[in-house]
C-alpha cells in the first residue's frame, strides 16, 4: 500500500478567492499525492437550509435558488478566464439538476423527510467537490471529484447524526481511492455525508467533514491527517475573551476531543472517534501560514507544567432545574427523562443529581422544547421545571488534571479574585477535563483571570524574549 496522506479543507478556507488559490497550492506542492477532503464552501450549507425552508412554506422559485447557489460559488473564480468560468458553471448548473427536481417536490408537497433533508444539505459538499475538481484541472494538475455515497461510506441509520461502518467503509474507500494515488491523480472526497446500506444519504452533523476525513484516514490507513482551517490550530482560550491566548503545540485525542465538546469549534468532536482503533496523527494547519506548525494531536499524553492546556468556554448553553423531594435516588427517572428527550431529538451534555434535584446541561437552543416536554413529569415525583438562562460554561483541559494537587485551589483562587461566582460544579466523567458555571455576564472576566493564573508567566517570558518553560 502506498504511503496516504489526508488533507481536508474547511468551508472557512473557500471564502475567498485568495484561500481558493491557497488551497491549490498546498495540494499541489503535497507529496506524497494526497486524499483531500472537503466542507462546502463558506456559508453554502446555511444557504441550502434556507432555500429547503422556503420550498417547505412554497415561497421558493427554485429557478432562482440554483442561480443563488452558482453564483456563491462563482464568485471564488472571478480571475479566471471567462472559458473556465463558464465550463464550471455548466459542470454546476448539471450537477443541480437532481437537486432542482427535490426541491421541486418539497415545494409541492411541503413536505420533507429526514433522508431527504439529508440529501438536500449534501449538495454543498458535492458542489465544493466539483469546483475544486475543476481549478485543479485548470492548473495541469490530475483530479477526481468523489462522492461519498457512491464511494461507499457506509453509515447507520442515522440521518442526521450518523455513525460510519467499519469494516464495510474500509473495503470500499480503500478499492476506489488507492488506484487513484497510484496515478498520481487527486481524488477529491465529499465530507459531511455518507450513505446506509439501503442507499439513503446520511449526515454526520454540522460541520461533521472533519469526521468524514478521520474515517477516510482510518480506511486507507493514512500516515498522517491534516486538517486545514482558517485559524492557527487550538488555543489556550478564546482569544475573543482572552486576547493573550496562545496556540497550543500538543494535545491528546482525549484533549481535544473535550475542548471541542465544550465549544472550541475547531475540530468536531466526534473525528476521534474512528481514530481510536488507529492511531493516526492530526495535525490543525493555518491556511495562510501553511509553513507554521500548527497544533499537533495524537494518542499519546503530553502533559504540560502547569497541567491544564487551555480554558474552554462555551455560551451555548443552558440548564433545566428538575426539582423534587427523592428525585436524586428514585429508580428509573434519569431513564425516564434522557428518553424523552432523546425522543425529541435533544442532546443532554450533562446530568448532576441532588436529592431534591436534578440539573440537566443542555444546548439552549433546546432549552425551550426540553421544557414543555418534561412538564409531562409534573405533578408527581417532578413538582417543577426551572429554567435557567444566561449562563455560560468554563471547561479546563489537560492531562494530569484529576491528579495534580493543587490545581482547583488555584483555578477557583482565580475566579475569586475576579469576583465571580460559581453557579454549578461537575468533575469526574473525564480524566482529562473539569468543567463550571457562571453567570454569562462573569465569563469574561472569568477566564481572563484563569488564564493569567496558568498562562500568565509563560506570556510573560514569551514577551522578554526568554525560553519557554
Known amino acids: 500500500m502506498p504511503l496516504v496522506k489526508v488533507v481536508k479543507f474547511g468551508g472557512g478556507c473557500f471564502r475567498k478567492p485568495k484561500g481558493v488559490e491557497q488551497i491549490i497550492a498546498i495540494i499541489k506542492s503535497s507529496q506524497p499525492v494526497p486524499v483531500v477532503v472537503v466542507s462546502a464552501i463558506h456559508g453554502c450549507t446555511n444557504l441550502l437550509l434556507e432555500i429547503l425552508n422556503q420550498a417547505l412554506e412554497g415561497k421558493q422559485n427554485v429557478h432562482l435558488a440554483l442561480n443563488q447557489l452558482i453564483a456563491r460559488h462563482l464568485q471564488l473564480i472571478s480571475a479566471y478566464p471567462e472559458t473556465v468560468k463558464k465550463r464550471i458553471k455548466q459542470k454546476l448548473r448539471q450537477k443541480l439538476n437532481s437537486l432542482k427536481n427535490f426541491l421541486l417536490g418539497v415545494s409541492l408537497t411541503r413536505e420533507v423527510s429526514p ?22 484541472l485548470a492548473h495541469d494538475c490530475s483530479a477526481v471529484a468523489l462522492e461519498t455515497d457512491a464511494l461507499g461510506l457506509i453509515t447507520d441509520d442515522s440521518p442526521h447524526q450518523a455513525s460510519a461502518l467499519f469494516p464495510e467503509t474500509t473495503t470500499n474507500l480503500s478499492r476506489c481511492l488507492l488506484p487513484y494515488l497510484r496515478t498520481g491523480t487527486v481524488p477529491i472526497v ?72 465544550f465549544g472550541a469549534k475547531i475540530v468536531h468532536p466526534r473525528t476521534f472517534e474512528p481514530l481510536l482503533a488507529a492511531p493516526i496523527p492530526i495535525e490543525i494547519k493555518h491556511l495562510h501560514s501553511p509553513h507554521a506548525p500548527g497544533t499537533l494531536i495524537s494518542q499519546n499524553s503530553h502533559r504540560s507544567q502547569g497541567v491544564i492546556k487551555s480554558v474552554a468556554a462555551n455560551r451555548e448553553i443552558s440548564l433545566l432545574h428538575l426539582l423534587g423531594p427523592g428525585v436524586g435516588y428514585q429508580p428509573g427517572i434519569i431513564a425516564s427523562v434522557g428518553q424523552a428527550l432523546a425522543d425529541e431529538g435533544i442532546n443532554i451534555y450533562s446530568i448532576l443529581t441532588s436529592q431534591t434535584r436534578i440539573n440537566l446541561l443542555l444546548h439552549q437552543q433546546d432549552l425551550e422544547k426540553a421544557s414543555q416536554k418534561l412538564k409531562k413529569f409534573t405533578p408527581g415525583i417532578i413538582s417543577s421545571v426551572i429554567r435557567e438562562e444566561d449562563i455560560a460554561l468554563i471547561g479546563l483541559v489537560g492531562e494530569g488534571l484529576k491528579v495534580k494537587k493543587g490545581i482547583f485551589a488555584r483555578v477557583f483562587g482565580a475566579v475569586s479574585r475576579a469576583g465571580v461566582n460559581v453557579e454549578v460544579i461537575s468533575a469526574g466523567a473525564s480524566e482529562v477535563a473539569y468543567y463550571f458555571i457562571v453567570k454569562d455576564k462573569y465569563l469574561k472576566p472569568a477566564v481572563a483571570s484563569i488564564h493569567q493564573e496558568f498562562f500568565g508567566q509563560a506570556l510573560s517570558r514569551a514577551v522578554n524574549g526568554t525560553s519557554r518553560p
Not at 115 to 136: C, F, P, T, V
Open 115 to 136: 433522508y431527504l433533508q439529508a440529501k438536500i444539505i449534501s449538495y454543498g459538499e458535492r458542489l465544493a467537490a466539483l469546483l475544486l475538481q475543476e481549478l485543479l
Open 190 to 261: 465529499t465530507g459531511f455525508f455518507g450513505r446506509t446500506r439501503n442507499g439513503q444519504i446520511t449526515t454526520f452533523g454540522r460541520n461533521g467533514s472533519d469526521y468524514t476525513a478521520a474515517v477516510v484516514a482510518r480506511a486507507l490507513q493514512a500516515e498522517k491527517l491534516e486538517l486545514w482551517k482558517d485559524v492557527p490550530g487550538f488555543l489556550t482560550a478564546d482569544p475573543q475573551l482572552e486576547p493573550q491566548a496562545q496556540k497550543i503545540d500538543h494535545l491528546s485525542y482525549f484533549e481535544a476531543a473535550e475542548l471541542s465538546y
